[in-house]
């Protein structure tokens, strides 16, 4: 099926460091989202984008959709070892009940 | 945020055998839920959306007589992988739909490890 673009497929970076990922697509979405997955774990929700232009943080964490609606980013700011984890894009088309398409997702390695 | 629980959260079977994995949302009604599979270092891949009293809806190439489906309420989802095989062995992981503010998004489960010997 379709998937949502990421890349690169790893990210090393240093502690303290910020670091930003993108997220693009052929098609528009209605909604974004990033979610964070731990080994052995379910993904975990971080930021819900519904609006084109939306710029919505959470903490350390920053994400925007994009006006054309086919892209999103995540900033993550002075990163700190427990961000280590792999970190998938989504995009929703339809409505609440609709599927995600998942971006291959990057994994972020933070070194102390 | 809305809670999500499976179990169990890791099993291990021969070949041949039917394994049933629950999904159940803990502290919301979920009239829709998702079943995903994960193989080791991809991403996320949609296996059917469930949703409560009706018919599972499968994505295409996956076998709805093996991956057997039941949402019996709102609050419980059930995947079957009937006479499993070793290229069945994945992360199972589940997810539904919380209302409100949220009503787009969906939390998922902890993941169900299977392996099949």
């Known amino acids: 099926g379709q998937q949502l673009n990421q890349s690169p497929q790893s990210m090393f970076i240093q502690e303290g460091e910020d670091v930003s990922m993108n997220c693009t697509s052929s098609?528009?979405?209605?909604?974004w989202l990033w979610y964070k997955q731990d080994p052995g774990e379910g993904p975990v929700l971080l930021i819900a984008?519904?609006?084109?232009?939306e710029l919505t943080s959470n903490g350390r964490l920053t994400a925007q959709f994009g006006i054309t609606r086919k892209d999103s980013f995540l900033n993550i700011s002075a990163s700190i070892p427990s961000d280590v984890g792999i970190y998938f894009c989504a995009g929703q088309l339809g409505g609440a009940n609709s599927k995600l398409t998942f971006g291959k997702g990057i994994t972020l390695s933070v070194r102390p | 945020g809305a809670v999500v629980s499976q179990h169990p959260s890791w099993v291990i079977c021969k070949s041949g055998t039917s394994v049933k994995i629950e999904c159940r949302s803990l502290d919301f009604q979920a009239t829709t839920m998702f079943w995903y599979r994960q193989f080791p270092k991809q991403s996320l891949m949609l296996m059917a959306t469930?949703?409560?009293?009706?018919?599972?809806?499968?994505e295409q190439g996956v076998e709805k007589d093996k991956f057997l489906i039941n949402h019996a309420s709102l609050t419980l989802s059930t995947l079957t992988v009937t006479s499993a095989h070793p290229e069945d062995s994945s992360f199972y992981i589940c997810s539904a739909i919380s209302g409100g503010r949220a009503a787009d998004t969906q939390y998922f489960g902890p993941g169900t490890r299977l392996t099949v010997l």
């Open positions: 098609s528009i979405f209605n909604t």
């Open positions: 984008l519904y609006k084109a232009g």
């Open positions: 469930s949703n409560e009293g009706s018919k599972a809806t499968y």
